[in-house]
């Protein structure tokens, strides 16, 4: 009897061991995204543009400026395993539309993702400091008012900046999750592994760090929310959650689509959305909206 019970025990032990080396692996590759280079610049769109680097936290944080002689930035942040080519490689028409609207337009790569330093990627959580330091090299150029454009990961950390910086004049966030617990993507006692892991990883309870119910939501003074109906990693209750939370002005669009993939499923719908969006706060230069609203109407009596 007492052979069976060591015997038991020691495959349960064997199993949890297995499981927490898993885990461990699994944990170690979510919090080290992927890497990817992309060759593609803002020169491939014709745009001229400054790149530069600027120190966080001891590691460098590689970025491209493009100066439209504007006192107003838009600082695009992206998600897990993206980087600052994405938004160019999938979103031509719509950031020629911007600089063409009179917006300046920054881009970088956070710790951990595309050309920086780092192997990090905490899921917004380090990223927020990169987007804060950008801003800060922005402000020294004399730059003034910043609008955040963030996708997934990258959206949770644009909300929480904003929540915290006056120079903020905008959010535009795509597919935000409000904590990351609230995921259909993995089954839940899933994620209760990974938060402790990570939590023994980083030294911190990453999941407490991003739950946006700790910030301040109503310090954000202009919002466009996106979601995805079908979306799974972050479901469109989540952008709901932070709808419900802020101040008028506020906007949310939900499309038909899985994880952040509005502006490639409908791209004219999403430019249309966003252009009407930073209109409405004064943003843009007026003839350049007037002329894109002619064109949208023809372009819609054609079809």
């Known amino acids: 009897m007492k052979r069976k019970i060591f015997l038991i025990g020691g495959i349960v032990l064997l199993v949890l061991m297995v499981l927490f080396i898993f885990g461990w692996i699994k944990t170690g590759e979510l919090l080290a995204a992927p890497k990817r280079q992309n060759n593609f610049t803002p020169k ?41 080519a994405d ?12 600089f063409n609207s009179g917006l ?5 790569d956070p710790r ?19 987007t804060e330091k950008v801003m800060d090299w922005l402000k020294e150029r004399g730059k003034t008012k910043f609008v955040l454009f963030g996708v997934s990961a990258g959206a949770n950390c644009a909300i929480r900046v904003a929540t915290k910086r006056e120079e903020v004049v905008a959010t535009v966030a795509d597919s935000p999750f409000y904590n990351l617990m609230n995921t259909e993507a993995y089954p839940r ?18 999941v407490d760090k991003l739950d946006l119910s700790n910030y301040q939501l109503s310090n954000i003074k202009n919002i466009l929310l996106i979601a995805g109906e079908k979306d799974r ?15 008028e002005p506020k906007f949310f669009w939900i499309a038909n689509v899985a994880h952040c993939e509005a502006a490639l499923k409908y ?7 966003l252009l009407s969006f930073l209109s409405s706060l004064g943003l843009l230069r007026p003839f350049f909206y007037f002329s894109f609203l002619i064109k949208l109407k023809r372009e819609t009596q054609s079809n």
């Open 44 to 84: 491939e769109l014709g745009l001229n543009y400054e790149e530069a680097e600027i120190e966080v936290s001891g590691s460098k944080v590689k970025l491209w400026y493009i100066d439209a002689k504007s006192e107003t930035t838009i600082i695009f942040i992206p998600g897990w395993g993206g980087n600052r």
């Open 87 to 98: 938004f160019l490689t999938n979103g031509r028409d719509l950031i020629l539309a911007l």
């Open 104 to 108: 300046n337009l920054c881009f970088f």
């Open 112 to 130: 951990g993702l595309g050309e920086s330093d780092g192997k990090l990627f905490a899921f917004g959580y380090f990223e927020a400091e990169d």
């Open 189 to 206: 006692f899933i994620l209760h592994f990974f938060r402790i892991l990570a939590s023994l990883r980083l030294g911190f309870d990453l």
């Open 233 to 247: 990693v972050c479901p469109p209750k989540e952008a709901k959650f932070v709808f419900e939370k802020v101040k």
């Open 267 to 273: 791209p004219k719908e999403y430019k249309e959305k």
